[in-house]
């Protein structure tokens, strides 16, 4: 059973700081690693996508892989209350047609 | 380029009814998949088509059942509806390996 896991929150971060959010996942064969914004009622939106060990920027957001250690996190720097939101880390276990397997988020609260 | 539609955005229904869901994907995407999200499963994947033919399967009842047509449009039926079928249906479409979703059907089964 591939699993991907998150620890749920709330992540409570003040405005201006760096929230870091975390995810592990079993499958030492995965190949791709996204990150999704859900707001309250709304659909996920993809922010990230890495495919390689190390970082990627975009904009205040960084995600960072460790295929060794099997984990992906997201940084997301100058955090606004705008980034309030549930961020869902997300994993293809094989490259090509396999689907997406989902952590069940984390909830993040800036403070302003 | 405008993005996946689904309709209808919100559903009631009651016990034993059945329902069909429609998702347009992205123009050019040829992958849909389909997800159920509720409070305390999250998402979880139900099947994914690419060129009319399913290409993965999710671990539900066969009550859920789903097709796509050559336009790539695609539609999930869920049949039998349970209680326990209320949830958020989203459907996601696909060049490559990314994703992109729509904004989903709330279904509430009375």
């Known amino acids: 059973q591939k699993e991907v896991e998150q620890n749920s929150g709330p992540l409570s971060v003040p405005e201006g700081a760096i929230a870091s959010l975390n995810c592990t996942y079993s499958d030492r064969g995965s190949q791709s690693f996204f990150w999704y914004r859900q707001y309250s009622g709304k659909s996920p939106e993809l922010i990230m996508s890495?495919?390689?060990?190390g970082d990627k920027e975009d904009g205040r957001f960084t995600a960072q892989l460790n295929k060794a250690s099997q984990y992906v996190s997201l940084l997301i720097r100058d955090s606004q209350p705008s980034d309030s939101a549930t961020y869902l880390c997300a994993v293809v276990a094989y490259s090509g047609n396999t689907p997406l397997v989902f952590g069940k988020g984390t909830r993040l609260s800036v403070i302003a | 380029k405008a993005g996946v539609t689904q309709t209808p955005r919100y559903l009631i229904k009651t016990r034993g009814q059945q329902v069909t869901l429609s998702c347009s994907p992205i123009?050019?995407?040829?992958?849909v998949s389909w997800y159920q999200q509720t409070p305390g499963q999250g998402l979880q994947f139900l099947f994914e088509y690419f060129s009319e033919t399913q290409r993965n399967k999710g671990n539900f009842p066969g009550r859920f059942s789903g097709r796509q047509f050559s336009n790539s449009r695609s539609e999930m039926n869920v049949s039998t509806l349970e209680l326990g079928d209320s949830a958020l249906y989203l459907c996601?479409?696909?060049?490559?390996?990314?994703?992109?979703f729509g904004p989903g059907t709330r279904l509430t089964v009375l």
């Open positions: 890495i495919y390689s060990n």
């Open positions: 996601a479409s696909s060049f490559g390996s990314e994703q992109f």
């Open positions: 123009s050019g995407h040829r992958s």
